[in-house]
Every structure is written in structure tokens, then in C-alpha cells.
């Protein structure tokens, strides 16, 4: 099908695109709708598959079973973001959905049907992890296609809300449906709200990208990779690559994709904040604060609640800017709201009881939810839509693929040095990443578009 094709692309004017905020945009509200089902999918996928692989083998093989989607996942991330690009990232959506889909009731199908032991735990993750490769590139490039600039902080929070309700509802309904029918029920449960979000998918109009939608760095014509390299993608339906294209390989496409964020004078330390940023947030409110909740005292009642600031912060910001829209001096915003977070994930260490350490947590996650959110909606906006995909699997690397290292190392370091000096150098590495922003001028002074 290609982008010609109606029920693909709609053809819009700018001015009426942009006079339909996010929020009342029935197109935009049903990406929404398929990107919530197939969260909440994931959420109650993960329940089951933990609590079959326990039953089935020992807690060590269990943990195997449940790291084996990382690996894929992490190596084929870059190659995933080219797909996306040459394919369309509405296509690349909907084909791995299916896949995702299929896989998941085909496992489920199993276990009613016989007890196969971990061999098909571990195909399932690995598949799910190959496939999330291609995935998480292609929904993070999808939103620029559903609606227009102006709208895209808007989106990115109300994407924090689906994120938000689909970690709240996905546990407590996986814990019921093992509680129902065991494992496979839970498959099953999975599988069928994964398989919600395909026909709505399939419903939401892509729109054509306007040449002047197309963003123009410095040495950078419209279209062109920062090195002069013609960049590829998918048109704006999600068709084929054009025959003839300049990029032939793969390859060739993923380089010219890392040059283009490298000379981006606004993307290049825009990842470089992503990653200080991760890495600094990700050990602290895992790892880190289970250990400081055991070393208080706390217990799991008051780390629970510790972990319900945090979300209640999250989702304050997220509907603050699904409902604002727009958030004016956006780098300078972005940067400071990463270095009060930073301050706020030091202070964690030293709070005397559990509901300042609550208070302190939605702080946090207001702060981070701030700052990931405009982060988000910068790569949207900055990046040349037809290498969008390849922009978004290098953000993603960095934060699914490198940041999660930071739980083993801060593990052992609260071993060997305790929570206070560990939260304390946590929240310096985190603060850098509002430093480098403040330190790049294009990124300090970076705007979103009205």
C-alpha cells in the first residue's frame, strides 16, 4: 500500500492540523488507545512470564529466561531504527504488534495445551526481544506522523499517561489472571490486549510531511544527512523506499544516521544528556532504593510508597503538559528540571522517614517527568522526519540498552560504601546531563514549535 493510498494518508493543511489540539484529535487519540492496550500487554507479558518461568525451573533459570530479550534487543536496536525509517514507522508498528501478538498466544495455546518446561519461555523472549528491536524505534518515530509540530509536547504527555496507567493497571491485572488460570491464562490476556492495539493501528491516518516540516540544521539541506549523504526513509504513509534511492544498504543508512546526529548541533548533546541522565536516575530509583528501604527500615509497605510518589510525580507532569501543550524556553526548562531532579535523588539518602522520602520521590518524578518529556519532544522536533526512526533507536540504546548497567555497579558499590555517598554521586552524574545542556548553546536556547 503505498502513501497515495486513503486509508493510509490524509493529506492536511497545516493551519487545520495544527488548530485540532492533541487531546480532541480523534486520530491522535486512537494511536493513544493502541499504544495504552499494547503497554498494558507488555505489563501483564512480563507478570506472566516471570511467574512461568519460576514454576518452571529454578530462580537462576528464571533470571536467564528473563534477561534473554536484552541481548537482541540491545544488538539490533540501531538496525531497528533503519527499518523503521525505509519502511514507515506506522507499518514497522503494526507488522511487529502482530508479531508480538501471535507469539504470545501461540506460547499460551501451549501451556494449556502441555507443560513444555522453559525451552518456549525462552523463545518467546528472545523473539520479544528481537522484535522490540524494531518496535520501540518505530513508535517512538510514529507520533511526528499523527500530528503536527505544534502538538508534540502535548503527545509526549499524554504518552506519559498511557506509560503511567498501563504500569499501574498491567501488574494488579496479570496478578489476577495468574491468580484465575495460571500462566497461561495470563498469555492469553496479554496476547488479546496486544491484539487490541493492531486494528486501531490500522485506523489512524498518517499525514503527509510538508517540506517545511523537514528541520534544517546548520550545513544540513532538507533531506540531507549533516555530511551532505541524501538521508532515506519511508514516505510519510509508511510505503516502500523509493526505487533509485541514493542510500542502497542498510548499513549505509544506520552510518549516515550516526553522522547525522553527531554534526546535529542540537541532537548530538541532546544524547549525551539522555545518557548522563539515565545513567544517573536508573540505579538510584531501582537497585538503589530497595536497598535504602531495607537499610531503614522501611520495609516493602513504606518503599511502596516511596515508589507511589515517584509515579504520582510522573503523572503530574505528564497531564501537565498533555493539557499545557507547550512549554516555552523548552532547553533551559529542560536542563534546570534535570538538575533539581538531581538534587532531589541526592537528598533520597537522607530523608528521615518514609513520608518525606514520598514527598521527595514526587519531586523526583515530577522533575524527571518534565524533563524526559521535553527530551522526547525535542528528538520529535529536531530531527529530520526521514531519519526519525534511527534519532529515536540511538535515544532508546541508551536508555534500555546502557543505563540498566548502572543497577549491578550500584548494587555493589551501596555494598561497599553505603546509600549516602552512592545517591550522592548518582545524582552528580545525573546533574552533568543538565550541565552539558546549558553548556550547548543551541540546546539551552532549543525551542518547540507553536
Excluded at 38 to 50: E, F, H, K, N, Q
Excluded at 199 to 213: F, G, N, W
Aim: glycine content about 16%.
Amino acid at each position: 500500500m503505498t502513501a497515495t493510498t486513503a486509508t493510509t494518508t490524509v493529506p492536511t493543511a497545516r493551519a487545520a492540523v495544527a488548530d485540532t489540539p492533541a487531546h480532541r484529535d480523534g486520530n491522535v487519540l486512537r494511536w493513544l488507545a493502541a499504544y495504552t492496550a499494547s503497554m498494558t500487554g507488555d505489563s501483564v507479558y512480563y507478570i506472566a512470564l516471570s511467574w512461568a518461568a519460576v514454576q518452571s525451573g529454578t530462580p537462576a533459570q528464571a533470571g536467564i529466561v528473563m534477561s534473554v530479550s536484552a541481548l537482541p534487543r540491545a544488538l539490533l536496536m540501531l538496525g531497528g531504527g533503519v527499518i523503521a525509517d525505509r519502511l514507515g514507522p506506522r507499518r514497522v508498528v503494526i507488522g511487529s504488534d502482530a508479531v508480538r501478538c501471535a507469539t504470545v498466544l501461540a506460547v499460551a495455546a501451549l501451556l494449556f495445551l502441555t507443560s513444555p518446561g522453559l525451552w518456549p519461555l525462552a523463545l518467546l523472549a528472545l523473539v520479544f526481544g528481537t522484535v522490540d528491536a524494531v518496535f520501540l524505534p518505530a513508535v517512538g518515530a510514529l507520533p511526528a506522523r499523527v500530528t503536527s509540530r505544534g502538538q508534540l509536547t502535548r503527545v509526549q504527555g499524554m504518552r506519559g499517561l498511557g506509560i503511567r496507567f498501563a504500569g499501574v493497571v498491567g501488574g494488579p491485572l496479570g496478578g489476577l489472571a495468574v491468580a484465575v488460570g495460571g500462566a497461561a491464562t495470563a498469555f492469553a490476556f496479554a496476547g488479546l490486549l496486544i491484539a487490541i492495539s493492531v486494528p486501531l493501528l490500522v485506523s489512524v491516518r498518517i499525514r503527509e510531511l510538508p517540506a517545511d516540516d523537514r528541520n534544517a540544521d546548520a550545513g544540513t539541506v532538507r533531506g540531507e544527512g549533516a555530511g551532505g549523504e541524501t538521508v532515506s526513509g519511508g514516505d510519510a504513509g509508511g510505503g516502500k523506499a523509493r526505487a533509485g534511492d541514493a542510500v542502497g544498504t542498510a548499513w549505509h543508512d544506520l552510518r549516515v544516521g550516526l553522522r547525522y546526529i553527531r554534526r546535529h548541533r542540537v541532537l548530538a548533546p541532546l544524547m549525551l544528556a539522555i545518557a548522563l541522565g539515565d545513567l544517573g536516575f536508573v540505579g538510584p530509583l531501582n537497585v538503589g532504593l530497595t536497598l535504602l528501604a531495607d537499610e531503614r527500615g522501611w520495609g516493602a509497605s513504606g518503599m511502596g510508597w516511596v515508589l507511589g510518589g515517584f509515579g504520582a510525580g510522573a503523572g503530574l507532569a505528564s497531564l501537565l503538559l498533555a493539557v499545557r501543550g507547550r512549554v516555552p524556553h523548552a532547553g533551559h526548562v529542560m536542563a534546570y528540571a534535570c538538575l533539581g531532579g538531581a538534587v532531589a535523588i541526592g537528598a533520597l539518602a537522607f530523608v528521615p522517614g518514609v513520608v518525606a522520602a514520598a514527598g521527595v520521590a514526587l519531586l523526583i518524578g515530577l522533575l524527571a517527568g518534565l524533563s524526559g518529556a521535553l527530551c522526547g519532544a525535542l528528538l520529535q522536533t529536531q530531527a529530520d522526519p526521514a531519519c526519525l526512526g534511527r534519532v529515536t533507536a540511538v535515544a532508546s540504546l541508551v536508555s534500555l540498552g546502557f543505563a540498566p548497567l548502572s543497577m549491578p555497579l550500584s548494587a555493589a558499590a551501596i555494598g561497599a560504601w553505603g546509600t549516602g555517598p552512592v545517591f550522592v554521586t548518582s545524582a552528580a552524574v545525573c546533574g552533568l546531563g543538565g550541565v552539558v545542556v546549558l553548556s550547548a548553546r543551541n540546546l539551552r536556547r532549543a525551542e518547540l514549535p507553536t
